[in-house]
């Protein structure tokens, strides 16, 4: 099926809201979702974006210079995940607590339906996130026109949104903490500034700093693996030293999913 078809099929969808609220985490999903969304209501759209420590200062940089050239209604809203104690223990289903507490903030500015940029592909994996969706009567536009990440990516490509339209995929920075190890900004910060530092050295490709029990584990994709060199080591060793982190960075390929511990289920 072609772009236009897809975009044909999210507007029946979209034009009969009328008026919808979008959660925009930065990601090609989401942030494309808002593009067809703003194209299609035009006015009727407001963007809803939490600024938090889990959230990589990049993306939320990304959405403001597209809310700016788009002419987006866009609401920077604190989700308040972070007072959150059952967020903040970490548990194997933590992105329940997580999209909880965000549509919770959302529908606290808005009586508009919450729409997000959730896809077919998502919902063959684990997604406590998805319960809470569903707890607040979320929709998933992509979802309902059965449009997997790759047909994302073809419509991105469509509407010439060159700087989303390969991003690698993105969970949020707790996701790197390993289950049941508490989320804290430091930890937080930790690996948005090392993540950035190392994207500043290769630009795009798949890059993960883990906090696990272990210690520090960089895990990237084989092709920036093999370009890691002595001078890198040392930068990143400085860098998390400075929040308290002395023991030795192991690197490693990376594995999806690697800091989440399912059999504490």
């Known amino acids: 099926m072609k772009s236009a078809d897809f975009q044909k099929k999210l507007a029946s969808i979209l034009t ?28 009727s759209v407001t963007m809803f974006h939490a600024l938090s420590p889990a959230v990589p200062r990049e993306a939320t940089e990304r959405i403001e210079r597209h809310a700016q050239n788009a002419g987006w209604q866009l609401e920077l809203i604190n989700a308040n995940e972070m007072q959150d104690p ?3 223990k970490n548990p194997v289903n933590r ?16 009586s508009r339906p919450i729409l997000s940029g959730t896809n077919l592909d ?40 060159d700087d989303i339209k390969q991003l690698p995929a993105a969970p ?13 900004n430091e930890k937080l910060m930790l690996i948005d500034n090392v993540e ?12 993960r ?17 093999n370009k890691v060199d002595r001078n890198l080591r040392k930068s990143v060793d400085k860098l998390v030293r400075i929040y308290g982190h002395s023991k030795g960075v192991e690197y490693s390929s990376y594995k999806q999913g690697s800091a989440f511990l399912r059999e504490k289920l």
């Open 172 to 184: 949020c920075l707790s996701s790197r903490i390993e289950t049941g190890l508490y989320v804290t």
């Open 196 to 207: 950035r530092l190392l994207r500043e050295e290769f630009g795009l490709g798949i890059i």
């Open 95 to 110: 992105c329940f607590f997580c999209k909880s507490n965000l549509y919770s903030r959302i529908a606290q500015f808005t």
């Open 86 to 88: 059952n967020y903040l």
């Open 122 to 161: 998502d919902l063959s994996d684990f997604r406590p996130g998805l319960k809470a969706a569903k707890d607040f009567e979320v929709r998933h536009p992509f979802v309902e026109a059965n449009i997997g990440k790759q047909d994302i990516r073809l419509i991105a490509e469509d509407l010439a949104l």
């Open 209 to 225: 700093c883990r906090v696990k029990r272990v210690g520090i584990v960089i895990e990237l994709e084989e092709t920036l693996l």
């Open 16 to 43: 009969p809201m009328e008026s919808v609220a979008i959660a925009v985490s930065g990601g090609v999903d989401s942030m494309t979702l808002a593009h067809i969304a703003k194209r299609t209501l035009n006015v």
